[in-house]
């Protein structure tokens, strides 16, 4: 009996916990404005089923990040297109089996929700793109992206082959302590198929290495995501 009086009290604190969330006229607004959100009418009904925590911190965890110092406003959200993107980055969320990516899922639609020329299929290439790869090949990516920053432009004399080898074995140098078990060529040749960076091959005296560097379209990411890993 005890056990079942915690069980149906922690599901009433869920869904308060959810609700609080709810009651922001953003989140009303988006919600109410789509016929078919799974994940989201079950957080809002324990009466046709149970959602579980992990589910629901999720979902709240998403919704607080988009609405956290008027992020995204009632203005941003009038348009059919940000309303149907809505809905693809939060079936995005659901499928997570961790939080990690949440904060830079919303960072992506938030940027998407106040664009003034939105560009639907950009968004959403960018959006699958951000959801193939892991969190750990999104971070080491960033870390190569940095180790670029910090070093390329003290280096502008040097011939563009002799900067991306130098970046590459600082990046490699510097991380392969805190991956040991990752072999990067493998994570950066992944990232190639998703447009992130472009990979090398070098060679000297009959030996030869890959060098990777980072895209333009990587870029692009880190900025609408607010990537950060620092």
């Not at 999104?138 to 082959?161: G, H, M, P, Q, R």
């Amino acid at each position: 009996m005890k056990e079942e009086t915690e069980l149906v009290l922690g599901q009433a604190n869920n869904v308060k916990m959810i609700n609080d969330v709810f009651k922001n006229p953003v989140v009303e607004t988006l919600i109410s404005t789509i016929s078919i959100i799974p994940a989201v009418e079950l957080a809002t009904n324990t009466i046709k089923t149970i959602i579980s925590d992990m589910q629901i911190k999720k979902q709240r965890e998403f919704l607080e990040c988009i609405i956290i110092d008027n992020s995204v406003t009632m203005d941003d959200i009038r348009s059919n297109e940000v309303i149907f993107e809505f809905y693809k980055t939060l079936d995005a969320v659901n499928r997570l089996a961790g939080r990690e990516k949440i904060k830079y899922l919303a960072n992506l639609f938030s940027a998407f929700a106040k664009d003034e020329e939105k560009n639907i299929d950009e968004y959403e290439e960018m959006l699958v793109s951000f959801s193939d790869l892991s969190f750990r090949e999104i971070e080491i990516l960033y870390y190569l992206y940095v180790t670029e920053d910090s070093i390329a432009s003290d280096n502008l004399e040097k011939n563009i082959n002799d900067i991306v080898e130098i970046i590459w074995d600082t990046f490699v140098k510097k991380y392969k302590s805190k991956y040991p078990k990752v072999i990067f060529e493998t994570v950066m040749l992944k990232a190639t198929r998703n447009g992130y960076c472009m990979c090398e091959w070098l060679t000297y005296c009959g030996a030869s290495k890959m060098v990777a560097y980072t895209t333009m379209k990587f870029d692009e990411l880190v900025k609408r995501a607010k990537l950060n890993f620092e």
